[in-house]
């Protein structure tokens, strides 16, 4: 069977060459995706200014005892006296604490980041010239930072401007060093430090070190890594954002997956139908279904396995490119490395090979299912027969759909998209197995309207769509895929960027927004601000991540996994750090009950979503980003819109809680009949680094935030419907292909080459209006319940040139697939083609 199916596969390769190309390019797209899933699994970062030390303790960012094991916003840090126990382990040398903060020259703006001087041996950064700094006002440079020793140099530090003088310089850049004592003072944390490194005496075994390591920080919320696992101390983005991955693979990975299975289907289905006399003949002359049936199969497979083959060489490669795009993107952090094994190969080899196999089954089951004596007859003039499972299948997604919509529709507008997407799936599968049955009514439908403008050329295009429904929804289904794909995804990131800006815009009431190039300003400067001439009122502005912690989570802390599903699962809540009488005038929180200018010291104003359990003046027992637990007095509750909750608190009670320590931002509102332009100017001049924005700059600083989001869409845009596309290319060659020997009856009848053209441009674009509204309803199944979550209106945000657009791409590429082939197969005599010959 192997032999004769390789000599079929010769006979045939044109139309199987097509075939090859969608397998091969969807398996190296799942094997990619696969490769960024386990990558997110994994979250390997190996170490890069911690890898002089073998074993890195550091705060544990895992929620333990949730249901979904989740992880904190910030950096949980260590107490630093955590150091001498560790240094009385046995086995252990040395140990060296590490801080990091931020850090800007004045002169030329330069980024750095800063350390205390005993992290200077993790890296190891050496000195070449100078000392180390021996008490305040001394730091230590890059030797390529162009100043020498003994200089004086002015420095953005802790959201000030500072004037140290250079002790030393050492190799490598990027990082300053300060004494230990001056670091933990501006990171706004002293007593607290980021990680500890902890070194071992030569020939020491590590494993035991690491035990005796772990069982002094048990009890405490603290991870003790090695190997690659250092790397998530020098960036906790690692287990967050790298978590993140997982769902982004997952989605990305499903939408190509979807697309492979849909797009080879059609391409092979198309590229078997071709052969569809010599089925015949072959059926005619005694050949069983069964052995029709493991002809095909034997052939597709041959191929399939070449096919997937070969992709198992670039697939890991593009999984890298991903990767590094998302880094560059922001979406994940750059220190996260690719880590994939022989996971992602078997799974984009198996789902390569499944598709073909499906794809080969139905292909071959209306010839292998024929009876010889109608073989010949359905050769050339196609029985309409919908298989039932088909329908039945189409109807279930369908039905799938409609529930996954609803559950869009009613979901909070930052999550809708989480629905909306396998949503798009759904809807895609269910539309792209009714095919047959939309492909007819639209087809009908477009019957009259093409005929009287095309005249004879429409009538010839309908007819054909009308006798050959299974070849019209072969090249029918691509085309729904890259349109209604291209629609969903670009239209789900617009209204999605939309209703965030409007959710921003909405809760903004100040007029001007005071920032620092140092990376934030110190709490003293929102009440010198606040004094400032012709200013109404100052806020701070202090963002972080939160949880109400439940009640069964009160007692211990839990320190390793998760509880499982029926562990409770607080949610995640947005906390921002305010300044009590200033936060109506700067912003548009308003008091349901309570009062927020009671919020002052260990107190909170709750979203009213998440209030119930509460009256005012109970204690609300929570957790704050850096895992910190807090008893907070309850002193008012404010409404919000669903999804964009957040709870309010004293600012200078956030503070300790956050990463840099430092005020972020001052909301700042004019007094009336203020000059808001003279204003900014003089805030502007209160302090070196001050930046001032207005409302409006605001805003736009707030959507430049979202071009990660658009970017990412973009890029999945590209990847999974670029697929698309070569497959609508592909499908539409392998179909118009089939039909030399029509073309040469038609020439033969007296058509000219024009006109055979004209008939051709006609299909083109009927498959076109069909494919494009078999895509407009997948995208307005996906988009109405998403506009309706997150803007309370049923139509999408964003340009109609995007829709205009999809629609012109789509009709190019289709005419060009169409017409080129045609053009090609009619330099044949006419004779000559539907003899079979070339000539």
């Known amino acids: 069977m192997i032999g004769i199916s390789l000599r079929m596969l010769r006979f045939h390769a044109g139309g199987y060459l097509a075939a090859f190309v969608a397998m091969f390019l969807g398996a190296v797209i799942v094997i990619g995706c696969g490769g960024l899933l386990e990558s997110g699994i994994h979250r390997a970062a190996p170490p890069q200014r911690l890898g002089a030390a073998p074993i890195v303790v550091t705060g544990d960012q895992r929620y333990h005892g949730t249901a979904s094991d989740e992880v904190f916003a910030e950096r949980v840090p260590l107490d630093a006296g955590l150091a001498d126990e560790l240094a009385a382990v046995p086995g252990v040398t040395g140990v060296a604490a590490d801080v990091s903060f931020p850090v800007r020259r004045t002169d030329d703006g330069r980024e750095l980041t800063g350390h205390g001087w005993s992290s200077a041996r993790l890296a190891p950064a050496a000195l070449v010239r100078g000392a180390a700094p021996s008490e305040a006002g001394e730091v230590v440079l890059p030797a390529g930072f162009g100043t020498g020793v003994g200089a004086t140099v002015e420095l953005l530090v802790g959201g000030g401007a500072a004037r140290y003088r250079v002790s030393g310089l050492v190799d490598g850049a990027g990082a300053i060093y300060l004494t230990d004592a001056e670091a933990g003072r501006a990171t706004g944390r002293p007593g607290k430090v980021d990680s500890l490194g902890v070194f071992t005496a030569p020939g020491t075994d590590a494993a035991a070190v690491k035990r005796d390591v772990a069982a002094v920080v048990d009890g405490r919320q603290a991870a003790v890594l090695t190997g690659d696992e250092r790397g998530r101390a020098e960036d906790p983005g690692v287990m967050s954002e790298g978590e993140d991955l997982i769902p982004l693979a997952a989605a990305f990975g499903g939408l190509s997956a979807m697309v492979t299975v849909f797009g080879v289907a059609a391409t092979l289905g198309l590229a078997i139908r071709r052969r569809q006399r010599e089925t015949a003949l072959l059926r005619a002359v005694g050949a069983t279904p069964g052995q029709v049936r493991r002809s095909v199969v034997g052939e597709t497979m041959l191929l399939a396995a070449a096919a997937t083959g070969l992709a198992c060489l670039p697939g890991p490669y593009v999984g890298r490119w991903l990767l590094a795009a998302f880094a560059e993107a922001g979406a994940v952090p750059e220190t996260l490395a690719y880590r994939a094994g022989s996971v992602p190969l078997i799974a984009g080899v198996c789902t390569a090979l499944l598709t073909a196999l499906a794809a080969a089954f139905v292909a071959a089951h209306g010839a292998a299912r024929t009876r010889p004596v109608e073989a010949l007859a359905e050769a050339s003039v196609e029985k309409r027969r919908f298989g039932t499972v088909r329908i039945v299948a189409g109807l279930g997604f369908v039905a799938g759909g409609a529930a996954l919509a609803l559950g869009t529709a009613r979901a909070d507008g930052p999550d809708a998209a989480g629905v909306a997407t396998p949503a798009a799936m759904v809807w895609t599968a269910g539309v792209a197995l009714l095919g047959p049955v939309l492909a007819a009514v639209v087809t009908a439908a477009l019957r009259r309207p093409l005929r009287a403008v095309t005249g004879f050329a429409g009538h010839l295009a309908t007819e054909n769509a009308r006798a050959r429904i299974a070849r019209l929804t072969g090249v029918v289904v691509p085309v729904m895929l890259a349109a209604g794909l291209a629609l969903s995804l670009v239209y789900m990131q617009t209204t999605q960027a939309k209703g965030a800006r409007d959710a921003f815009e909405d809760g903004l009431r100040a007029d001007l927004a005071v920032t620092s190039a140092a990376g934030g300003l110190s709490p003293a400067t929102v009440g010198e601000i606040a004094r400032h001439p012709g200013v109404a009122a100052a806020s701070a502005q202090v963002t972080s991540t939160g949880y109400i912690e439940p009640a069964e989570l009160s007692g211990p802390l839990v320190h390793e996994g998760d ?92 503070l300790p809680h956050t990463d840099g320590g430092l005020v972020p931002q001052i909301l700042v509102t004019a007094e009336p009949g203020a000059d808001r ?74 058509a000219a080459r024009r006109q055979v053209l004209r008939m051709m441009a006609v299909e083109a674009l009927l498959v076109t209006a069909v494919g494009v509204a078999a895509g407009l309803l997948v995208a307005a199944a996906t988009l109405v319940p998403l506009s309706l979550s997150v803007l309370d209106a049923p139509v999408p945000a964003g340009s109609p040139w995007i829709l205009a657009a999809v629609i012109a791409a789509a009709l190019g590429l289709t005419l060009a697939a169409t017409l080129l082939p045609t053009l090609a197969l009619l330099r044949d005599r006419p004779a000559a083609a539907v003899a079979g010959e070339r000539g």
């Not at 001049?685 to 430049?704: F, I, K, M, N, Y």
């Not at 697929?723 to 009848?749: D, H, K, M, P």
Request: hydrophobic fraction near 45%; glycine fraction near 10%; charge should be negative.
């Open 563 to 654: 509880a499982g599903e029926g562990a409770p699962q607080p949610p995640t809540m947005a906390l921002l750090g305010v300044t009590a009488g200033a936060v109506e005038p700067t912003t548009a929180f308003r008091a349901a009950s309570g009062s927020l200018d009671a919020l002052d010291g260990a107190t909170v104003a709750l979203p009213e979503r998440y209030a119930g359990p509460y009256e005012i003046g109970d204690t609300v027992p929570m957790r704050l980003g850096d895992g910190s637990r807090a008893a907070l007095e309850l002193v008012a509750t404010v409404a919000s819109r669903p999804g964009y909750e957040t709870a309010l608190l004293p600012a200078e009670s956030l």
């Open 677 to 750: 332009a003279r204003l900014a100017r003089a805030l502007a001049e209160t302090g070196p680094g001050l930046r001032v924005v207005d409302r409006e700059t605001l805003s736009e600083l707030r959507a430049e935030q979202d071009d990660t989001q658009a970017w990412m869409a973009w890029l999945v845009l590209a990847v999974v419907v670029g697929y698309a596309a070569i497959a609508l290319v592909n499908a539409q060659i392998i179909a118009t292909g089939e039909r030399r020997r029509e073309f040469g009856l038609l020439r033969l009848a007296g």
